[in-house]
């Protein structure tokens, strides 16, 4: 089986450029799911953040119902104040309105803090909604360049498989079924340099008989690895 060295080295090359390519063209879709994926995550966590806003406000608003109940019992048991028939009734209703003023102004401390919270979700949510709409930008921009490249990368492809499979009708008739053979298990991978006497994809060292036919352009494979060799240029 005699093949030239510089065949060899440029159907390695091709096979290169092709596992490069498609690596990029698949790389591209998986980008894309990437970015997706990270938007419905921060979606996720503004809806997590505005539902806990929510709770929050729903929170004071309830404290603040409850102060303005008090506030109205507290007037009408001043108004009852002059309708006492003894003085027992009266000192009665004095320690109960003094016993909700008390309450009062522990409600009016937790409102405080609560709406000391409130202020806070909104921050929490003005930060989601930035990080959300980062997120989109980034994705729309990842989406943009992936579908612009796509039809360049395919055209790469095509332009290479055609190169590819020109240089392999070169190939003699009795190498071929071996190096289909070796493609198919290792694709990119099928061929290496010789490098110094061995070989450069798994450093096995090469026997002297092996570089000899090597030198007489006689078609070799790696006795370790499978590989098929060539020299370098």
Do not use: W
């Not at 109940?69 to 004095?94: F, H, M, P, V, W």
């Amino acid at each position: 089986m005699s093949v030239t060295a510089a065949l060899l080295r440029e159907l390695h090359r091709c096979h290169r450029q092709l596992a490069d390519l498609r690596e990029r063209h698949e790389r591209g879709p998986k980008q894309i799911r990437a970015h997706e994926t990270n938007v419905k995550r921060l979606e996720d966590e503004l809806a997590k953040v505005k539902a806990e806003a929510l709770d929050a406000r729903k929170a004071v608003d309830g404290k603040q119902l409850t102060l303005r109940a008090k506030e109205d019992k507290i007037a009408n048991l001043n108004g009852r104040l002059s309708g006492c028939s003894t003085n027992r009734e009266y000192q009665a209703l004095l320690e109960q309105i003094a016993a909700d003023k008390v309450a009062m102004s522990v409600l009016e401390d937790e409102i405080l803090d609560a709406l000391g919270k409130v202020d806070e979700f909104k921050a929490r949510v003005a930060q989601a909604e930035q990080h959300l709409a980062k997120g989109k930008e980034e994705a729309e921009k990842v989406r943009t360049a992936v579908e612009q490249q796509r039809s360049l990368i395919e055209a790469d492809i095509a332009r290479v498989d055609a190169e590819l499979k020109q240089l392999e009708v070169d190939l003699p008739a009795d190498f071929r079924q071996n190096y289909d053979r070796v493609v198919r298990a290792k694709g990119d991978d099928a061929l290496a340099e010789v490098e110094g006497d061995c070989c450069g994809g798994c450093y096995q060292q090469m026997t002297p008989n092996m570089l000899s036919q090597l030198k007489l352009a006689v078609a070799v494979a790696c006795k370790s690895c499978g590989r098929l060799l060539y020299f370098r240029e």
